[in-house]
């Protein structure tokens, strides 16, 4: 135990790296039990909204602390739906972006850029928070699609105001209508991504709303914090490690080989996870449907091979698949390049990032942790003649 002061106030405090189990905020939104893989939003099973809900819904529910009624929710829609057009000076200024930049941070540029068009901060009016949240869930949609088309040098796809939002996006990134079944599957894979507690980036937005700043300055801060390796982007490694497998013969070398290097197995093992992640279960229904209905894929029995293996090796350290393990062989399929996983992470996750932003606001406190000092006292300055 150490004392350390901020301010006038002495505090006991017990350094903990990367504030590992110590909680950061109370909060209603979404519980894990990783012992026995429970997610739920607001208290519903992350099952039950996968197999009944739609993303919308979900988000919905999320950021407004119930299920809407069935004009509440065609309301909701037809909001997002108005609001999916980005303004042509956005366009421009994304037409700028170097053609090699990554999706992630082109996304972060032009959701902070957002805040310019709509600067009033009224974090007390109920219709500003709703207008926000509107413009927030409809538009970064549309501007991680038309980032993938200018990156070609080609003119974004307009949206389609006849779609879902998930087929709306497909359609945007492809030019081509996805089927029945391609779009349920995307916007499964939306519920199943808008939230999950206390992360990363969405520590990052709690703290950057907790300075009262504007809430698209809060997205584009989590999705900064989502883009780093560590936490967004392990879909997108996923793939490539099924594709330098190669084949199922090759599953058991590449595994041992790993393992003697004490390296991860990407995909698996998580914080909070001690069995199967119950997203990935999900998203590993789904992927057979895909498959079933548009043809397998050949990486897909490696993946289920590797499954069988890591749950051998690695079970009794709970260590089992995590979401990302399969997302990335269904996003594939759906034809979304693999740099975009990332952002279509974003995508799903603005919902939870704009639920924690709308609970901070109503008990808002300024985050101001302490911090352990390791440095020296009463140094003496040396002149720099004397260095």
């Not at 421009?92 to 310019?116: I, N, R, V, W, Y």
């Amino acid at each position: 135990m150490t004392e350390d002061s901020v301010g006038n106030n002495m505090i006991a405090c017990e350094y903990q790296p990367g504030l590992e189990g110590i909680p950061a905020a109370q909060s209603s939104i979404s519980y894990v039990d990783g012992q026995k893989g429970i997610l739920e939003y607001r208290g519903i099973r992350i099952e039950e909204l996968a197999s009944k809900s739609t993303f919308l819904e979900a988000a919905y529910l999320l950021i407004w602390g119930e299920l809407p009624s069935k004009n509440e929710l065609y309301e909701f829609q037809e909001e997002v739906r108005l609001h999916r057009r980005i303004k042509y000076s956005i366009r421009d200024m994304m037409k700028c972006f170097p053609e090699t930049g990554h999706p992630m941070d082109a996304l972060q540029a032009s959701a902070a850029a957002l805040g310019l068009f709509y600067s009033k901060r009224a974090l007390d009016n109920p219709k500003y928070i709703r207008e926000a949240v509107v413009r927030l869930l409809a538009k970064i949609p549309t501007m991680v699609a038309a980032f993938k088309q200018m990156r070609k040098g080609d003119d974004p796809v307009r949206p389609r105001d006849d779609l879902s939002y998930a087929a709306n996006f497909l359609y945007m990134l492809n030019e081509q209508e996805p089927t029945p079944l391609e779009a349920h599957v995307f916007d499964v894979c939306l519920t199943l991504h808008a939230e999950h507690t206390i992360n990363a980036s969405t520590f990052s937005a709690l703290v950057t709303a907790s300075t009262l700043t504007d809430p698209y300055a809060v997205v584009a801060s989590a999705v900064g914090t989502l883009a780093g390796p560590l936490h967004g982007g392990a879909n997108e490694e996923v793939i490539t490690m099924l594709e330098t497998i190669g084949s199922v013969d090759n599953v058991h070398p590449y595994l041992e080989e790993r393992l003697q290097r004490k390296e991860r197995i990407m995909g698996c093992g998580h914080r909070v996870y001690k069995v199967k992640d119950p997203r990935a279960t999900i998203l590993q229904n789904l992927a057979e449907q895909l498959f079933k209905e548009s043809g397998t894929d050949k990486y897909y029995e490696i993946a289920l091979e590797l499954e069988k293996a890591v749950e051998e090796k690695l079970g009794h350290k709970g260590i089992y698949p995590n979401v990302d393990f399969y997302s990335g062989l269904v996003y594939r399929k759906l034809g979304i390049p693999s740099d975009l996983f990332t952002p279509v992470f974003a995508i799903a996750r603005v919902a939870g990032w704009l639920a924690h932003w709308k609970e901070q606001l109503a008990v808002n406190r300024i985050f101001r942790p302490t911090q352990v000092y390791t440095g020296t006292h009463d140094s003496p300055y040396i002149p720099i003649e004397a260095r």
